[in-house]
């Protein structure tokens, strides 16, 4: 059964981005049949169900290249003794016990959340993060049963530390990018790693070396802090980069996330190995890290996408605030307009076609149907040539109505249709507090 999503402003985006005022977009299955005027689609597709998107906006779904599915149930937690002075602590007092305080139930619904929140904001695809030490094993199965039943793209893996005594994680890696293989296109597998200040080389030879034999990616946190770069340089001579690089672990394939604290070597090293680094603004200052060297790594030609690394799952807000963030860092009121959408609309998109092998981000005929309907009415006149104004400036506080993922309608008028989202939350809420006693006894 068709559909026929009519009477909106459609922006397309793409290398060729249109803004169709009275536009449709008809979909047939998991793919876009049509993009066009509605009265010219009404005509063509007669039989399509029709839904009205009039005072709506109409783009492709968003891409959030970096979360930490597992950290939602910390939300209004009290983190015992005193606040933590700098990210090292911040790691060793809240999240490394976060992780080993979940169990079983507790990731299901930790998953189960922030996909909401996804659909809630119009994104449609995913790449999380994952870390559970007590419930190691089958973990990222419990996460891809969440996926499935919301009805979202994600790329999926366990984050390896040395520091973990419990569990596998490379054996879970492993069993779970074995398991997915090529991917259908909704799920995707890589090879998961901490940060190389918590893996020996063992460790990372070991991991690269499951995922060259099966062709996935290594997703991991680098020079995130200082004290990763430091570390680096005392016990192995060499920052993180040119560490990782030496080992392997790069290549066009992989995520490194964060790149806080590099230089002019690391950021070539990326950009010659085509290595991918996502920039999560609004972490990096709630951990006082320091800010992303994100216009030199851009000039470089290094690919830098966006994440949430977990604090929320809203996008746009990301880009609102890389785009702030940037310019006040570089005191520059000229940078950033251009740059922050660039990471949202094109580089993460290359990003999530490296990991699922499909090309999404655009609405186009013969395209994935991952649709994001915002409300808005534009108070001045929308083009290609102004829509990044509106983007930053308007759309960023739109609410989104209606998210559309593979063809599948998952929210409609503001309704998620394929999670209880009331139950869920209920059912965290009798958890959280079992699980925050467990932590404050580690």
Not at 104 to 132: K, W
Not at 255 to 279: G, K, P, S
Not at 342 to 365: K, Y
Not at 410 to 418: A, E, F, G, I
Request: aromatic share 4%; with cysteine; hydrophobic share 40%.
């Amino acid at each position: 059964m068709a559909i026929r999503f009519e009477n909106g402003i459609v922006v397309t985006l793409g290398q060729e981005n249109r803004v169709i005022w009275n536009g449709s977009v008809v979909i047939e299955g998991e793919k876009i049949a049509a993009v066009g005027g509605s009265s010219d689609l009404q005509h063509r597709f007669p039989k399509a169900e029709a839904i009205d998107c009039s005072g709506k906006i109409i783009l492709p779904g968003f891409i959030c290249a970096h979360h930490h599915f597992y950290s939602t149930m910390a939300r209004g937690m009290s983190v015992p003794g005193e606040p933590a002075e700098n990210f090292v602590q911040i790691l060793e007092r809240l999240w490394w016990k976060v992780d080993r305080a979940i169990l079983e139930e507790d990731i299901l619904l930790s998953a189960q959340l922030p996909l909401i929140d996804c659909i809630r904001n119009g994104v449609t695809t995913v790449i999380d993060h994952h870390a559970s030490p007590s419930m190691c094993d089958g973990s990222l199965d419990i996460l891809e049963s969440a996926v499935r039943q919301a009805g979202l793209r994600a790329s999926l893996c366990y984050e390896v530390s040395d520091r973990n005594i419990k569990g596998d994680g490379i054996a879970e890696n492993e069993r779970f990018i074995k398991k997915i293989g090529q991917g259908d296109g909704q799920i995707a597998a890589m090879m998961g790693l901490h940060a190389s200040f918590t893996l020996s080389d063992e460790t990372i030879e070991t991991c690269v070396s499951i995922a060259r034999e099966h062709s996935v990616g290594c997703h991991i946190h680098v020079a995130e802090d200082l004290a990763d770069r430091e570390d680096a340089l005392q016990k192995y001579g060499l920052p993180p980069v040119e560490r990782l690089h030496r080992l392997g672990a790069t290549g066009e394939k992989s995520l490194f996330i964060h790149c806080v604290h590099v230089d002019e070597r690391e950021m070539q090293i990326l950009a010659e190995t085509q290595t991918a680094v996502v920039h999560n603004p609004e972490s990096n200052m709630n951990n006082a890290v320091g800010v992303t060297p994100l216009l030199k790594l851009m000039q470089k030609g290094v690919l830098v996408g966006l994440g949430t690394d977990g604090m929320n799952s809203d996008m746009l807000a990301q880009m609102r605030c890389a785009y702030l963030l940037h310019r006040l860092a570089n005191r520059d009121p000229r940078v950033a307009f251009r740059e922050a959408p660039t990471l949202l609309l094109e580089n993460n998109r290359e990003i999530a076609r490296r990991q699922f092998g499909v090309p999404l981000g655009e609405i186009a005929e013969g395209y994935p149907a991952d649709l994001a309907i915002l409300d808005y009415h534009p108070p001045t006149p929308l083009t290609e040539a102004n829509f990044l104004g509106h983007l930053l400036f308007g759309l960023v506080d739109a609410n989104v109505d209606t998210t559309v993922c593979r063809g599948r309608i998952l929210m409609r008028n503001k309704q998620v249709l394929t999670l209880d989202e009331e139950r869920i939350a209920a059912r965290s809420r009798e958890l959280a507090p079992k699980m925050w006693e467990r932590l404050q006894a580690l």
